[in-house]
């Protein structure tokens, strides 16, 4: 009887995690399906779903071990190599990668996601030449498929291939029976060949519309702006000056913050070719923290935060960046929006080093608006509200300035694109350790990068990116009034 009713749960936790699943609520579709687990740990199809969710919830090395269970129980699917592989790739295992990656098309050779996985994965390798190929087979089995024209508008592509895939992506855009997120996709594709082919006021076109559909929530610059005033508030020059701290010593975590776009990655790519850091990307370790110790009225909890609350919350955080780093003596977390616990992070971290990236503001907003974040950032989708978004962080890192002298590193794209080898020490110097050479070529280093800027970093360090928003002239007009009403730029 006992074995009846177990069964009875297991089916009921099973249905709940479809329904959550399907909610985008995994953390409570992983629990759902862990527990359906207990009882037929063969169900494949709960495996794959947990490994989703595990991916979704940023733990990859979960995501990696559910995979291969799964992979072991169904040696035919290709699909539980596909999550295994994106597992492999969140810890930073590039070449296991890409053995999963090889075992995903052996296991199914007809499948277009095993071969756009495979296509990918060589890409974030750094191996552009062997994607753009597969892509082009791709291309050749499944010609107009979109996720094959969004794959290729990532590749090294030659210039008449650039504008046959941006015709394509055209019409997956105009396909009113396409999905919305689908469609969005393809237009920030889009947007994207077209300025790589010159055709400025056509990338202005797909970019406008890709950004109307991306939109699944307003964003509300009010709220923003009286967030940014509590974080002053809570974390006062008076507290700062005194406040209660973890007496964790460590200088594991380094810290890399700013607006998204502003050179983020390419700081990391230069700091993890040093043998001693390892390069994690953007963790939510960060706001796990906060969510953790900080809930509820800002200004109260920060004044009620305990040095054991601390310490117990940094040593948490150090075993996480371990299970990630190894042995690392370094552990980047290049998580932009950090720059909004800067106050919690020295409270937890004392030593830990922090680095800031800044930008010329019509660049790096310009970036923003082209970026498919995929609804992790609402500001990003208006002038208006990149505009209020972007006066929010000029007004709090002026804050952290004030408050916390000398203890960061500030790192302007545009200075360290033009001199990178005198950057690149200043970096290293500044983190702790000694010179490598291997930090003047980050563009050979083969470890993953999953950020929006995975393309750039495998390039040589140049000053292409600087200033390009020049190119578009008077069509950015609208953007650069927005943020001169905030205060971003001058007259």
């Known amino acids: 009887m006992d074995d009846i009713f177990s069964g009875w749960d297991s089916g009921f936790a099973l249905a709940d995690a479809h329904a959550a699943f399907e909610a985008g609520r995994y953390e409570k579709a992983a629990e759902l399906y862990r527990r359906a687990l207990e009882s037929d740990p063969g169900d494949v199809s709960a495996l794959t779903r947990l490994a989703t969710c595990e991916l979704q919830l940023s733990r990859p090395r979960a995501a990696l071990e559910v995979a291969e269970r799964a992979m072991d129980l169904a040696p035919s699917r290709a699909e539980p190599a ?41 890409l974030t390798a750094g191996q552009t030449e062997e994607a753009a190929a597969a892509l082009r087979e791709a291309a050749q089995r499944w010609p107009g498929r979109p996720q094959v024209l969004l794959a290729q508008s990532r590749a090294g592509l030659a210039p008449e291939e650039q504008g046959e895939v941006a015709e394509g992506l055209a019409s997956v855009t105009r396909d009113a029976s396409a999905s919305r997120e689908l469609r969005a996709a393809a237009a920030f594709a889009e947007g994207a060949l077209r300025e790589k082919l010159g055709e400025h006021a056509a990338a202005v076109e797909a970019l406008t519309l890709a950004n109307e559909l991306a939109t699944r929530r307003p964003f509300d610059p009010a709220s923003h702006e009286r967030l940014v005033g509590e974080i002053i508030s809570a974390w006062s020059a008076d507290r700062l000056s005194a406040p209660p701290r973890s007496g964790v010593e460590s200088r594991l975590p380094v810290f ?236």
């Open 82 to 122: 596909v999550l295994a592989t994106a597992g492999a790739l969140g810890v930073g295992e590039v070449d296991r990668a890409l053995e999963l990656a090889q075992e995903a098309v052996a296991r199914d050779e007809s499948s277009p996601q095993a071969a756009l996985c495979w296509a990918d994965v060589l």
């Open 256 to 491: 890399i913050v700013g607006m998204p776009r502003t050179g983020t990655t390419l700081v990391e790519q230069i700091l993890a070719c040093h043998p001693a850091v390892f390069g994690a990307g953007e963790l939510d370790l960060v706001p796990e923290r906060a969510r953790e110790l900080l809930s509820g009225e800002l200004e109260a909890r920060v004044s009620s935060l305990t040095e054991d609350a601390l310490r117990s919350a940094a040593e948490r955080h150090l075993e996480q960046l371990r299970d990630r780093g190894g042995e690392a003596a370094r552990v980047t977390d290049k998580l932009p929006t950090n720059f909004l616990h800067l106050g919690l992070i020295r409270a937890l971290f004392p030593r830990a080093a922090v680095i800031h990236c800044v930008r010329d503001p019509v660049d790096a907003s310009l970036s923003c608006w082209q970026q498919h974040f995929r609804g992790a950032h609402a500001w990003s989708h208006r002038f208006e509200d990149i505009a209020a978004f972007y006066a929010g962080h000029e007004r709090l890192m002026a804050h952290w300035r004030e408050t916390l002298p000398g203890e960061m590193l500030e790192v302007r794209y545009e200075d360290l694109v033009a001199e990178p080898e005198r950057w690149a020490r200043r970096l290293i110097d500044f983190v702790g350790l000694a010179w490598d050479d291997r930090c003047l070529a980050p563009h050979k280093h083969t470890r993953a990068v999953l950020t929006a800027s995975r393309d750039r970093v495998r390039e040589r360090i140049d000053a292409r990116s600087a200033g390009r928003s020049a190119a578009y002239g008077a069509l950015l007009d609208p953007l650069r009034v927005a943020l001169r009403r905030r205060g971003v730029i001058g007259a």
